[in-house]
């Protein structure tokens, strides 16, 4: 039976799977606009997205747009019509969860957005996507650590009854980073502005993989949140289900059940390493970890 630390292996290699031998990644062509590369399509959805020329253009390896799409609104304007088109048409599975919700598109998080794109759509072009992860946590008398987890609700469209960091949420255009993870707090867990406002960002998790669905390049901004020890979370928008409050060893154990959603899992990893958890002298993958939690999108 493969260890704790075999499992966690396997599960960052198969979120960091676009970056195994045998994955789509040689097939796929690049996604361009403006000059800039922001994206991967696989062959099956460039040939779809041949049947609107007035939109896409393909040469060579890449994919870019149409002479006279050359703006922001004219971009964001065209995809949205096609993508309306092939969500009636019932062409791809993921457009089922349509959620009208714009991501922004752009080459680097710094980088000024070229375009807006419907959320369930991001996969079919490989765009980076970005959210934002709480880890809640108390710290006893004794300097024992626990951690509240939440259970998605069985409503969500991905990982329905999965656990899940103790808040989370995707970053919505126009959204800033601090922003979201204060409205996904209170929206989520009932945690009042003012005590989320005191979490402290530590870091990202970055990881590219690939499903039937699409490609998945990602980034979670996270933050830890260290509550009062008399503090308990609450359900609030609905898309929890319940809230557990367990020892960080049994939240370990977790990890690399089937229990847990994936890149939910990471963000606890990274806790784990951050928080002396896990070290390199008792981990013998801890550098793989390390790499597996932070590779380039």
């Known amino acids: 039976m493969a260890s704790w630390s075999e499992k966690m292996l396997q599960l960052l290699r198969r979120m ?13 062509l690049r996604f361009e606009m403006a000059g800039e590369q922001v994206g991967w399509i696989s062959p099956k959805v460039a040939s779809i997205l041949s049947r609107f020329p007035a939109v896409f253009r393909p040469y060579g390896s890449t994919i870019t747009f149409s002479s006279g799409l050359d703006t922001f609104e004219s971009r964001s304007v065209a995809v949205d019509e096609v993508l309306q088109e092939l969500r009636r048409d019932a062409t791809f599975t993921c457009l089922i969860g349509w959620r009208d919700e714009q991501y922004a598109v752009m080459p680097r998080y710094c980088d000024p957005p070229l375009m807006y794109m419907e959320r369930a759509a991001t996969s079919l072009f490989g765009v980076k996507r970005y959210g934002v992860h709480v880890n809640g946590y108390t710290r006893d008398s004794s300097g024992n650590l626990n951690m509240w987890l939440a259970r998605r609700s069985l409503t969500k469209q991905t990982y329905p009854g999965r656990l899940d960091n103790m808040a989370a949420g995707g970053l919505a255009a126009g959204c800033s980073v601090r922003h979201t993870m ?36 990602e980034c979670q901004f996270v933050f830890d949140l260290e509550l009062p020890l008399n503090f308990q979370p609450h359900i609030g928008d609905g898309e929890v289900q319940a809230f557990y409050y367990y020892p960080i060893e049994k939240v370990k154990d977790l990890l690399v059940s089937e229990e847990f959603k994936p890149n939910c899992a ?7 390493i951050r928080h002396a958890i896990i070290e390199p002298d008792s ?15």
Do not use: W
């Open 16 to 28: 960091n799977n676009f970056h195994l031998p045998g994955s789509s990644l040689e097939s796929c």
């Open 182 to 217: 204060v409205k996904e707090c209170e929206e989520e867990a009932c945690i009042p502005p003012g005590l989320a406002e005191q979490a402290r960002p530590v870091g990202t998790v970055s990881y590219t993989y690939e499903d039937d669905e699409g490609i998945f390049p």
């Open 266 to 272: 990471m963000v606890v990893l990274d806790f784990l």
């Open 283 to 297: 981990e013998p993958y801890y550098h793989e970890f390390v790499a597996g939690l932070h590779r380039s999108l």
